[in-house]
């Protein structure tokens, strides 16, 4: 129960400044943006002691670690990969093109007749 009120507590929070956003329209933009940004972070730190909050840091954190164990390619696999990419898809394009003319004299050649 204590963790539905705390979200609706970030909730209204947001809800609120985004209500002042628009409500102080003539004040600078500036003021408004950053008064937006402290209610979202508000929001956040009081969602962040919700269980829903601490499973979410918690995913983060392990989405985090596993990024960290990701072997990116070298800049010459990427170089390599890329070209094969650039190469495939210029066969299958003269492919295509080849089909779609053998295609086209074969309807050409079907409705003549």
């Known amino acids: 129960m204590a963790d539905k009120l705390k979200l609706s507590v970030a909730l209204l929070i947001l ?3 985004i209500g002042a956003f628009y409500y102080f329209a003539d004040q600078s933009l500036l003021v ?6 402290v209610a979202v972070v508000v929001a956040l730190l009081i969602s962040a002691q919700t269980e829903v909050g601490r499973a979410a840091l918690a995913f ?3 989405a985090r670690t596993e990024a960290r164990k990701v072997v990116w390619p070298t800049r ?13 898809v210029v066969v299958v394009g003269i492919m295509l093109w080849l089909l779609d003319m053998v295609l ?5 050649a079907l ?3």
């Open 32 to 37: 408004r943006v950053v008064g937006i940004l």
């Open 104 to 108: 086209l004299w074969a309807v050409k």
């Open 15 to 17: 809800l609120g400044a």
């Open 76 to 88: 010459k696999e990427t170089m390599q990969t890329t070209l094969i990419v650039m190469v495939m």
């Open 60 to 62: 983060l954190s392990d």
């Open 111 to 113: 409705t003549q007749i």
